[in-house]
């Protein structure tokens, strides 16, 4: 019989087996989706290396190939989708494979795709084992193998496709596969690989359990080489008779080691000098290990997947009941790989066994420990075969999706459960992961309004939670839980300096406390003033005394109250040379690891032949090279599937510069933008040291807790670089003594310091140009805006008494101006002088309550255009030297009150329930002898909130109460507003110092702003804290103690009567509340 084409028409049997073939005993089918320029020509060296063993008797081995237009030129240079049957031939470079169709253009990321090259091959090749090869992107369980052209969007509506694009997402690859078993009539694939990034995981493997017996996947990016199928081919063509665990076996252990592109003297050395730019002699064994270093694979016995969920919800029933911060801790430390979400957040993707390892360790849970070891017993059965670079050490073989609670929020964990759909119909993962974050869903405990606080709604836990949560009381405790995580806190910076040159340190040092922290990391950036803008130029780990390690990974172990942070930094910063050019980079810590620490850099790799551009990540180990990964997503972005580039001589990377944006008027607090460019020839690239570029820099500390989640500290400080200052054509200058820095334009004459009246004076060579500065304080203003307004009367005066100045006058009203990053006011005059015109700039600046400077900027009309450029940089570029000096204004106090009804808690029916028989959660009543309304809570009672029936709020209103708390200190305590039937917001404080904002709507409590440390808060028990609601609208302004603290805007709720809200987080202390002087009423003036 011939051969049938994709649209049925009869062709030519192919060379090298016979026109009619009985059943074999293997046909293996390689779907290869190179149409992408990074892996374009990867895979079509892989399909060389397949060709240098080819089909035989009883192995078929057959081939549908999609390549790429524009990129890699050899092996023929189509671009369309092509089918082969693969016949022996030892040429690496060229294909001697007879096509059997060509199908022109199809897209290889649509289901019916992939069913139609399985169905054919069934169908032509008949055989007594099926193994399927998909190579290209991966990207875990959200799927990968996309098709760029003809740039189909994707059949299936899901929140992923909105920043991947289509590919073919797991839920279709399960479904494509269950499709070609039914039409080719195959009860199930002996082995179905995929030699693709991340795929190893949990999720990916639950897929194939109906489809396939074996399967080989990575649970990290996988490098260029690919697999290495000369040789485990090889292997099966020798012993057609083994099995797909056997088959997995070889894929396993020949992998990089035995790769052609290694064991190949010819090919060695062309992969070394286009990798490495090394043209020297190498060793099969030097290029393994240095390709080895990050990677995994690992073949699965699929018939024991079942047996590994089975135990995975055990681990999760335990972990339900132990503290969910050891869960994230242990989820923290785990041994994580390549993300393809946000790259600014922790990785979700984790080694299973090495978090459940580290979950005992953490934890000492006998029930803990007891599930583990279950789990470790299953994976030992599922797990054929394993291999991990040195550089991924707690790497056992398969991975699970455990993402922080930002990237759980978003999309609905980005449509996990309606990808990953058979895992999570299979598992309790999806429900673990829900009652892990249930802290920001729904309202347990709700007070009622006549009589004593209501008894928490029902809820369905078995169908809500999987039926492995036994009792409300345990959903009850994690809400509690959630509730009362608090960001980490941390002292303010001191700095040993104000200014450092060259060749000098400053020393930081700081205090970080709470019981979640993970990490902390320096930061260095840098500020371009004309640009407004903060460019992070260094970021990287402070490392603990004290260190633990599980199963090779590294992780901090912290001691328990506060950490001591102590910081020595040289004014240098980091770039990379390309062997011509040097570029400043921001280069990220990858690893906790202080004996071999790898860092990246992102940016954007342009392809030298096509042009097309790609976001793309650089990878240094030991200051060298090492790795360099492109995503399939849009370049601007890091989304979508990674895959290792290998460069060709003119190839480029630019650079990305990231940072923050320091103008008012910026629509986004970050920027991402192209800095420099960098070439890729025969030299490889390099990180260097290079000195700081003068100018203001802010240096700081950032804590990362478990989840994620960050607190920073910064300070400022003036860096001295006569070489290299922020800005061409201009010097640094500071004055310790007064209290400034900033540059000045480099042809100008030295400055001139004048103790006697606290100034300096800078001037060009000519006297055309000129600039007074004064250091002034003003201690009669009652703020630093009064304290500007002095000033600029103060230099009118002066002005006005200098004789010689003809025809003064003052051309402006005094108007807002920004000095450095402050807030300053300017006015402008004219005069004459020996014939000559001249104008002028008074500008003034109140950094400081007690520091005020005065700026008198002068210049002859003749050279006005060019000065007024020169004090615009100067003035960009000023800057204060006095650690710990807030750029932010005080918070106002509040309006006063107007149309005011005060409770002072003397009369028992003034609204509150008064009840003084004690419940399960304690109490509450007013005590005639303190004349004050009293909650008492019993441990972890609340959250319980009372109202005023009947009263209604106005839309502008004020509403202040004071409080106070005594017993446990991880409380909250406040005021609801707002409240109605339909829910209400409650501003409340807590004991140890921070501040938060929730909304209710009756059936879920949302977050509006979190909690938030707070200086004003006073913590001591008994001590009053008062706290002020100011409603405008749907805008509230938050006060605490006299200070405006905070301000929301939100429309859900309006109207409304207010109460007080008591919550006690604490598991075996109680607590008591102490309110006093409810005060409601408008605005004055209102």
């Known amino acids: 019989m011939g051969v049938l084409g994709n649209e049925g028409e009869a062709l030519a049997a192919p060379a090298g087996r016979p026109p009619a073939q009985d059943e074999v005993e293997w046909t293996i089918m390689l779907y290869q989706d190179a149409d992408d320029e990074i892996l374009e020509r990867d895979i079509m060296i892989d399909f060389n290396e397949a060709e240098r063993i080819g089909s035989t008797a009883e192995v078929n081995i057959v081939a549908q190939v999609d390549r790429f237009a524009g990129a890699f030129d050899g092996m023929g240079d189509w671009t369309s989708t092509k089918r082969f049957y693969l016949t022996q031939d030892d040429n690496l470079d060229e294909i001697g494979s007879e096509e059997l169709a060509d199908l022109g253009e199809v897209n290889m990321a649509d289901g019916p795709t992939l069913v139609d090259f399985i169905t054919w091959a069934v169908t032509n090749f008949p055989a007594r084992k099926y193994a399927l090869i998909m190579s290209d992107h991966g990207s875990g369980w959200p799927g990968g193998f996309g098709d760029p052209d003809p740039g189909e969007f994707g059949a299936d509506d899901i929140y992923l496709a909105q920043g991947f694009g289509d590919q073919l997402y797991l839920m279709e690859i399960d479904r494509s596969l269950e499709a070609a078993r039914a039409q080719a009539g195959i009860d199930q694939f002996e082995f179905v690989g995929f030699d693709a990034c991340l795929m190893a995981q949990l999720e990916v493997f639950n897929a194939l359990v109906p489809h396939a017996r074996y399967s080989v996947a990575s649970q990290e990016t996988e490098p260029a080489l690919g697999w290495a199928y000369t040789s485990f081919l090889g292997q099966l063509v020798n012993n057609p008779a083994m099995d797909g665990a056997e088959l997995g076996q070889h894929i396993v252990d020949s992998y990089i080691d035995q790769d052609q592109r290694i064991v190949d003297d010819t090919a060695r050395q062309a992969f070394v000098a286009e990798a490495y730019g090394y043209e020297g002699q190498t060793t099969p064994q030097e290029v393994a290990e240095a390709s080895g270093q990050d990677i995994t694979l690992t073949a699965v016995n699929l018939a024991a997947v079942p047996a590994v969920n089975a135990a995975l919800d055990k681990l999760a029933a335990s972990l339900v009941n132990i503290d969910p911060a050891i869960t994230a801790e242990a989820r923290a430390y785990a041994q994580a790989f390549t993300t393809i979400f946000n790259d600014e957040l922790p990785s979700p993707y984790i080694d299973l066994a090495h978090f459940a390892q580290l979950a005992v360790e953490l934890s000492g849970d006998p029930q803990v420990s007891a599930a583990a070891d279950e789990l470790n017993a299953a994976l030992g059965q599922a797990i054929v075969a394993e291999k991990n670079g040195p550089e991924r050490p707690g790497a056992s073989g398969i991975a699970i999706h455990f993402p922080t609670s930002e990237i759980f929020s978003e999309g609905d964990n980005f449509g996990y459960t309606q990808v990953a759909s058979r895992f999570a119909e299979q598992t309790k993962w999806d429900e673990f992961l829900n009652f892990h974050y249930i802290g920001t869903g729904g309202e347990i405990v709700a007070a009622a309004p006549e009589a004593e606080p209501a008894p928490a709604p029902a809820v369905d836990l078995e169908e809500e939670y ?308 004064y250091k002034e304080s003003y201690p009669d203003a009652a703020s630093t805006q009064e304290a500007n307004e002095q000033a600029i009367q103060s230099n009118i005066d002066f002005l006005n008494q200098i004789e010689g100045l003809e025809n003064l006058q003052y051309v402006s009203e005094t108007t807002d101006i920004i000095v450095g990053a402050f807030d300053g006011r300017e006015v402008d005059f004219t005069y004459e002088q020996d014939g000559q015109s001249y104008s002028g700039f008074v500008v003034v600046t109140t950094p400081t309550p007690d520091v005020t400077y005065s700026i008198l900027l002068v210049a002859a009309d003749s050279n006005l255009e060019t000065a007024i450029t020169e004090f615009n940089t100067m003035l960009e570029n000023f800057d204060i030297l006095i650690s710990g000096v807030s750029k932010e204004e005080i918070g106002a106090a509040p309006p006063d009150f107007a149309n005011s009804a005060v409770d002072d808690f003397t009369d028992p029916s003034s609204g509150l329930v008064d009840a003084q028989e004690a419940q399960d959660w304690g109490r509450g009543y007013y005590d005639p002898n303190i004349e004050q309304y009293v909650v008492e809570l019993t441990p972890y009672a609340g959250p319980i909130y009372d109202y005023y029936e009947g009263r209604a709020l106005d839309d502008n209103f004020m509403l202040q109460i004071t409080s106070a708390y005594e017993g446990a200190i991880n409380n909250s305590y406040g005021l609801v507003f707002r409240l109605s039937e339909n829910g209400y917001y409650a501003f409340s404080i807590s004991g140890d110092g921070f501040y938060t904002v929730e909304r209710s709507d009756g059936v879920e409590t949302t977050t509006v702003i979190d909690w938030t440390a707070s200086a004003l808060i006073n913590q001591d028990e008994l001590a009053a804290n008062v706290l002020t609601v100011v409603g405008q609208g749907e805008t509230y302004n938050l006060y605490i103690n006299g200070q405006q603290v905070d301000t929301f805007t939100d429309a859900t709720h309006s109207g409304g009567t207010f109460g007080i809200i008591s919550n006690n987080f604490d598991e075996e202390a109680p607590v008591t509340f102490y309110y006093d002087d409810l005060t409601v009423g408008t605005p004055a003036g209102e």
């Open 466 to 773: 999987g039926g492995f949560i036994t009792s409300e009381e345990q959903l009850n405790q994690v809400q509690q839980q959630a509730a009362s995580i608090k960001p980490l806190q941390m002292a303010p910076l001191t700095l040993s300096a104000e200014v450092v040159s060259i060749g000098q340190t400053v020393n930081l040092q700081t205090e970080v406390s709470g019981d979640r922290l993970a990490y902390i990391y320096t930061f260095i950036g840098r500020i371009l003033p004309d640009e407004e803008l903060l460019v992070i130029e260094d970021e990287d780990y402070i490392f603990a005394d004290e260190n633990n390690e599980v199963e090779g990974v590294i992780y901090p172990v912290w001691p328990e109250g506060s950490v001591s942070v102590d910081y020595d930094w040289e004014p240098y910063i980091y770039a990379i040379n390309d062997g011509t050019n040097s570029v400043r980079a921001l280069l990220s810590p990858d690893t906790y690891d202080a004996e071999s620490p790898t860092y990246s850099t992102n940016g954007i790799f342009t392809f030298a032949d096509s042009g097309e551009q790609r976001y793309a990540t650089l990878y240094f180990r030991d200051g060298e090279l090492t790795e360099v990964f492109g995503f399939t997503g849009d370049a601007a972005t890091s989304g979508g599937s990674p895959r290792e580039i290998t460069p060709r001589p003119g190839d480029q990377f630019t650079v990305l510069e990231e940072g923050y944006t320091l103008s008012d008027e910026a629509e986004s607090e970050t920027f991402s933008r192209e800095g420099g460019t960098l070439t890729f020839s025969q030299e490889p690239f390099f990180v260097e040291e290079i000195p700081a570029p003068a100018g203001s820099y802010i240096l700081g500390f950032i804590a990362e807790d478990v989840d994620g989640q960050t607190q920073e500290q910064y300070e400022g400080l003036f860096v001295e670089n006569e070489d290299a200052a922020a800005v061409e054509g201009f010097t640094a200058y500071a004055n310790e003594d007064l209290g400034f820095a900033l540059l000045y334009p480099d042809t100008w004459l030295e400055p001139e310091e004048n103790t006697d009246n606290a100034s300096v004076t800078f001037a060009n060579t000519d006297d055309t140009a000129y600039a007074i500065i």
